[in-house]
């Protein structure tokens, strides 16, 4: 079975740093495109970031470029670093994968296989 679950998310202060996880299984990684997405209440799914398969080509959401980095290991694991986090942070997060060998997108239509999201509060 071909599965995603992410982890990582927590509650911290505005300013503070979180490292999301996305691990894989079932499938192997590295053949696939990845993409963060997260969702807040009341809004819809936003694209964050993402990396394609070669890991050579990432891709960023306005609202995240310069505080978010997202990466991956050559097995099954991607990350997404997430600095000087805000209030507006605040949302659900998820990973998604396609196959792809070409270059990701941040639209969640592309994206076959998602997790069930981790967690991010920021708050004072």
């Known amino acids: 079975q071909l599965k995603l679950v992410e982890s990582g998310g927590a509650a911290v202060q505005p300013g503070g740093s979180l490292t999301l996880s996305c691990a894989a299984s079932?499938?192997?990684?590295?053949?696939?495109?990845i993409a963060w997405f997260r969702q807040a209440p009341g809004k819809e799914r936003e694209g964050i970031a993402c990396?394609?398969?070669?890991?050579?080509?990432m891709h960023y959401t306005d609202s995240v470029k310069g505080r978010f980095s997202i990466s991956r290991d050559n097995l099954n694991m991607v990350y997404v670093q997430m600095n000087t986090l805000k209030p507006e942070d605040t949302a659900t997060y998820y990973c998604?994968?396609?196959?792809?060998?070409?270059?990701?997108?941040?639209?969640?239509?592309?994206?076959?296989?998602w997790g069930q999201g981790t967690q991010v509060t920021v708050s004072s």
């Open positions: 998604a994968a396609v196959v792809s060998h070409t270059d990701c997108h941040l639209k969640g239509e592309y994206y076959t296989y």
């Open positions: 079932g499938f192997r990684l590295n053949l696939y495109s």
């Open positions: 990396i394609t398969a070669s890991g050579d080509t």
